[in-house]
Each structure stands twice: as structure tokens, then as C-alpha cells.
């Protein structure tokens, strides 16, 4: 149980261009999902906390415009980043959460994305 | 405002030799500590985890870990590595009912045949 999806798990886009990542809890319904990136070779950094049907929460220092967050249901979240350019080339995470807590999160096999 | 320190940065260890990854914390209150793997190019995978009671936790895998309140430290172990334990281990940190969990740096282990 607690399985959480990624879509797509890698894409490749031109710069300027808009990217959505899909993120799906298939066997709960998640209160709480989290997004974060991640650097080669470095640990991961929180973006965001989105409740269902609430806004996002952004950490300090995200653009909340260039990285939109949607959690429209309790099983799927998304991950728009708009006007994309090479330094959005990251590792995009997702986690999700049956409770209103990240210790109880589970993670999804990461987004590659990377921008030419 | 917590945080998580992995002093190595890199450790290689020999199939069927033991294991020590050091995690240390700092945080206010009682931590929540986590260890977790990530294979190449995956998400997270949870080893264990401990939020109070007995000090020393088991995890998946044969792991383990001890959380020492005194060294501010959660250091994972496994008594013999195998090949298949190669990957990258984070620690991380929380609080309970807190969306703030902090990771560390990340220990990458080489497993040598």
C-alpha cells in the first residue's frame, strides 16, 4: 500500500515552454502533498505544501508564479512550471500524506526534467 | 528552525563489512528522525523511523538505527552490507503535525565486491 505515481518521468522541453507533473496517490487519499527538487548530488529542497482545495504553500524563496500548484482532489496534485528555462532543469519529487504531516509522507519516483 | 547534518559526504565499505552512516540534528524540541535510500534516478524510499519510545529502531532491510539525545545524533546501521545497499541515504528531521522536514546533505555508499 501507499503508493504515490509521478508523471511523466522524464521530459525534455524547449525553453519557454510550459511543463506539468502529475502526482497520484493510488491507494489513499492524501490530505497533503508535497513537492520538492533536487539537484544532482545534493539533498532535497521543499518547494511547496498544498492541501486539498487550498492554496499552496510556498517556501521562501520559490516563485509561486512560475511553479504552479493545483491539488484538486485527494489523490492528484500538479506541478506546472511555466515559461521554463535551463536552470528549471531539476529532479521534481513528489510526496503525499494521508495526514496534514510530513512524517507520514509518502514519496513518488521523482520527474526528470530538463530544458534546452 | 531544525536542520540535519551528514558529515560524509561519500563512504565505501566491502560486501559483508558492517556499516555506520552518521546523521546529526539540531532542533528544538523532540525530533522526529527519519533515514531514507534513493536508488539513481527514484524517489525516496523509508528505512526506518523514530518518533519516541525505544532508542534503537529497526527498519527495513536490516537496518537500524539509535537516536542519542545527548550526541544530537541518529546514525543508521547494518552488520553486514550487501551489494544491493548501494545507493544514497538521506536523514532527515520533522516535528509532529509539522509540514517543515529537513534533509541532509546525503551519504552516497559504494558497496566494493
Known amino acids: 500500500g501507499a503508493v504515490v505515481s509521478q508523471h511523466p518521468s522524464w521530459v525534455i522541453c524547449k525553453s519557454g515552454t510550459s511543463v506539468k507533473i502529475e502526482c497520484r496517490s493510488l491507494?489513499?487519499?492524501?490530505?497533503?502533498m508535497f513537492w520538492y527538487r533536487q539537484f544532482p548530488k545534493q539533498s532535497l529542497m521543499l518547494m511547496a505544501t498544498s492541501n486539498e482545495g487550498s492554496k499552496a504553500t510556498y517556501e521562501q524563496g520559490v516563485e509561486k508564479d512560475k511553479f504552479l500548484i493545483n491539488h484538486a482532489s485527494l489523490t492528484l496534485s500538479t506541478l506546472t512550471v511555466t515559461s521554463a528555462h535551463p536552470e528549471d532543469s531539476s529532479f521534481y519529487i513528489c510526496s503525499a500524506s494521508p495526514l496534514p504531516a510530513a512524517e507520514t509522507q509518502y514519496f513518488g519516483p521523482g520527474t526528470r526534467l530538463l530544458v534546452l | 528552525a531544525q536542520s540535519v547534518t551528514q558529515p560524509d559526504i561519500h563512504i565505501t565499505v566491502s560486501e559483508g563489512a558492517s556499516l555506520e552512516l552518521r546523521c546529526n540534528y539540531s532542533?528544538?524540541?523532540?525530533?522526529?528522525l527519519f533515514w531514507y535510500v534513493q536508488s539513481p534516478g527514484q524517489g525516496l524510499q523509508l528505512l526506518l523511523k523514530y518518533f519516541s519510545g525505544d532508542t534503537l529502531v529497526q527498519g527495513i532491510k536490516g537496518f537500524e538505527a539509535e537516536f542519542k539525545r545527548s550526541q544530537s545524533s541518529f546514525n543508521l546501521r547494518k552488520p553486514s552490507v550487501h551489494w544491493s545497499d548501494a545507493a544514497e541515504y538521506f536523514c532527515?528531521?520533522?516535528?509532529?503535525?509539522?509540514?517543515?522536514?529537513?534533509f541532509g546533505a546525503g551519504t552516497r555508499l559504494t558497496v566494493k565486491p
Open positions: 532542533y528544538g524540541a523532540t525530533p522526529y
Open positions: 491507494d489513499f487519499q492524501a490530505t497533503t
Open positions: 532527515a528531521v520533522g516535528a509532529r503535525n509539522n509540514n517543515d522536514m529537513r
